[in-house]
């Protein structure tokens, strides 16, 4: 579970950069009113449920019914992501489009995820035979790895929060 946490940082790192870079400087999406709508809700969506990852796995196990939760939110991720990658085309043909390094950068995220899943399944697997309960039960993981992903879930929720202001017509 440890190594799964690590790859969940890099994932946050990697999503933070491609954020910041390709979403905030590049593109400036929640400037884009009405046009960048439909991109800006899926992000809002993808960073709760990242939120959630980065807030709870490194304390909490998802026992019995639980697991089945994660599971659907796990799947919830991909889901949007899958639908982030047609969307985004549409949304950034008035830029030319998405920009090659920020395919590579979600191709990257993409590899990360999986890795991630892999090394988190023999968790689920565990939890999922378990009595049903949110247990406070840390993995062993450094104090700094647990810091720095629940400093990832207060960001992440934030960017969350300003992606669905924007997508709402709120202050950019």
Same mark, same amino acid.
């Given at each position: ?80 992501? &899958? +639908? ?7 949304? =950034? $043909?008035? %830029? @030319?489009?998405?920009?090659? #390094? ?33 247990? &406070? +039960? ?7 790895? =647990? $810091?720095? %992903? @629940?400093?990832?879930?207060? #960001? ?17």
């Amino acid at each position: 579970m440890t190594a799964a946490l690590w790859l969940l940082a890099l994932q946050g790192a990697l999503g933070a950069f491609d954020t910041l870079y390709f979403h905030e400087w590049r593109a400036r999406l929640p400037a884009g009113g009405a046009t960048t709508r439909p991109e800006l809700r899926l992000h809002a969506a993808r960073d709760f449920v990242y939120a959630v990852l980065f807030a709870t796995l490194p304390w909490l196990a998802w026992k019995g019914a639980w697991a089945a939760v994660l599971v659907v939110l796990l799947l919830v991720e991909i889901g949007i992501t &899958l +639908a982030d990658f047609v969307i985004e085309d549409g949304v =950034r $043909a008035s %830029l @030319g489009g998405v920009y090659p #390094g920020e395919r590579v950068t979600h191709a990257v995220m993409g590899i990360v995820y999986g890795a991630f899943l892999a090394g988190l399944g023999g968790a689920l697997v565990g939890w999922w035979g378990e009595p049903t309960a949110l247990a &406070l +039960a840390p993995p062993p993981a450094p104090a700094a790895l =647990r $810091a720095l %992903l @629940g400093a990832m879930a207060v #960001g992440v929720f934030l960017s969350g929060a300003r992606d669905l202001a924007a997508a709402r017509g709120g202050a950019r």
